[in-house]
């Protein structure tokens, strides 16, 4: 049963994750940083091997326009103290708009207190058929946004 987060001690972890994942000059990451500074949280839910924040939007933020209204931003890992095989995020974005932060362990209990983590970008080293092979990297495969390839009359993208 998942458990309602009402402390804050991992709002840092949220936001360094966030803004990670929202880093970059492209106009969809820069409408989506928009988004964000009217944005809040409007719940916390812990699930034992990670979490969801749900965002709020206020109604001064502006959607995306690119022809896709969903996708997910997936390329940032962290090492966390208390984690031996780190945290991989997921930031949804619906209809639109910034709609959760996802955190998620592998095998493990998520730590009920985040005291120290490190943040890197994850590329694809590796991939086949039936596997990827991912490594991290300082900087950002840009070219892997899954919104990259799609054009929109309303948005410049050059």
Request: glycine share 8%; charged share 25%.
């Amino acid at each position: 049963m998942a458990e309602v987060i009402t402390n804050d001690n991992q709002g840092e972890l949220e936001n360094a994750v966030t803004q990670k994942l929202l880093a970059g000059d492209h106009p969809v990451l820069i409408t989506l940083k928009e988004q964000l500074k009217f944005s809040s949280v409007k719940k916390r839910t812990r699930t034992g091997v990670g979490f969801f924040t749900e965002f709020q939007i206020g109604l001064e933020a502006k959607s995306i326009d690119i022809g896709i209204a969903d996708f997910i931003l997936t390329d940032v890992k962290a090492d966390i103290d208390g984690l031996k095989h780190g945290a991989g995020f997921a930031l949804h974005i619906s209809n639109g708009f910034l709609d959760m932060l996802e955190g998620y362990c592998y095998d493990e209990i998520w730590p009920r207190k985040i005291d120290a983590f490190s943040i890197e970008y994850l590329r694809v080293i590796d991939q086949t058929a039936n596997s990827v092979s991912f490594g991290s990297t300082v900087k950002r495969d840009i070219e892997s946004l899954p919104f990259l390839n799609i054009r929109s009359p309303g948005l410049n993208t050059t």
